[in-house]
Every structure is written in C-alpha cells, then in structure tokens.
C-alpha cells in the first residue's frame, strides 16, 4: 500500500514510494556493494550516470572515487537529487 517492493537475487528486496520529500536528502540514500568498482562504474558511465566528486579535506575522491585503507566508493545522484553509492570492500 503506498508503494511497490521489488525483490532481486537472493533475499533482497527494494521498497520504493512517491513523497514529496524525494531529492531534500543531502546523505546518502541507498548503497551496494560490488565486487569490481571500476567496471560497474565504466558501465553506468556508458549509460550516461555521472559520479561525484568531493573534497572533505582528509577524504577527497578522485575521478570519482574514494579509495580508504583499501576500500574503495562512488557516489552519484539520480534525476531527482538522490544520492547512491556503490562500494567495494577491501
């Protein structure tokens, strides 16, 4: 009621629903975490997804990319301002 969930591979599900807050979160609002970073990336930019770039002082990605003690995370916006991030362990 309100919205759809949505289930993929294995026990993970996705509920997603209209509000008229959609795009005011400045955080993060949704992660995964992939094996190869690089090549999810390349292949959302074919698709014309555009990463973020940050410089927090300490923490400051490059081409996209954070890489901290050995992990590394994206970050992009969808067309209403959501952030996402994609992960890749260490």
Same mark, same amino acid.
């Given at each position: 009621?309100? &919205? ?6 294995? *026990? ?29 990336? +390349? ?13 927090? &002082?300490?923490?400051?990605?490059? *081409? &996209?990319?954070?890489?901290? &003690?050995? +992990? ?19």
């Amino acid at each position: 009621m309100g &919205g759809l969930w949505y289930r993929f591979a294995g *026990d993970t599900w996705l509920f997603l629903y209209e509000t008229p807050a959609a795009g005011t979160a400045r955080n993060t609002v949704a992660g995964w975490t992939v094996d190869d970073l690089a090549a999810v990336m +390349a292949e959302l930019r074919s698709r014309g997804v555009v990463f973020e770039d940050y410089d927090l &002082g300490d923490l400051k990605t490059v *081409d &996209g990319v954070l890489e901290l &003690g050995g +992990a590394k995370a994206a970050w992009f916006t969808d067309s209403e301002g959501n952030i996402f991030e994609l992960s890749q362990p260490a």
